[in-house]
């Protein structure tokens, strides 16, 4: 059997706080919407997220993700990235960058309802 053809792996992150999540990752982290989705004016949002072409889900609904989970972010231009989020700043956060002795630069940030996010680039070999 031949194995099967994947479009796209998106994971769902847990949200809390509608408010605070857009403007982490929209302001914050520079995120677009792709959609927006609830079953009914006071009902939980469930939204989706683009960054460069790669999507996350965001999802206040209870079922949907255990809060505290983490996800890579594979990325080109990892110290380019860290700069810009470090422009637009925001009140709880301010991420280092770090190289990894397993070959990755990477950024960590926490979202507010506390997923990790781990943005990275590979080390490039001199």
Not at 67 to 73: F, K, L, N, T, Y
């Amino acid at each position: 059997m031949s194995a099967p053809v994947v479009d796209a792996l998106v994971p769902i992150l847990r949200s809390f706080d509608e408010a605070a999540t857009r403007d982490f990752y929209l302001r914050y982290l520079g995120f677009e919407i792709v959609f927006e989705h609830r079953f009914g004016p006071d009902m939980p949002l469930y939204m989706g997220v683009r960054l460069g072409g790669q999507e996350l889900h965001l999802s206040e609904h209870h079922g949907d993700a255990t809060p505290g989970g983490a996800v890579r972010i594979e990325m080109q231009g990892v110290d380019a990235y860290h700069r810009a989020i470090g422009e637009r700043g925001h009140p709880r956060v301010n991420p280092g960058i770090q190289d990894q002795e397993w070959g990755w630069r990477e950024v960590i940030v926490k979202d507010p309802s506390g997923n990790r996010l781990v943005f990275c680039s590979r080390i490039e070999s001199v």
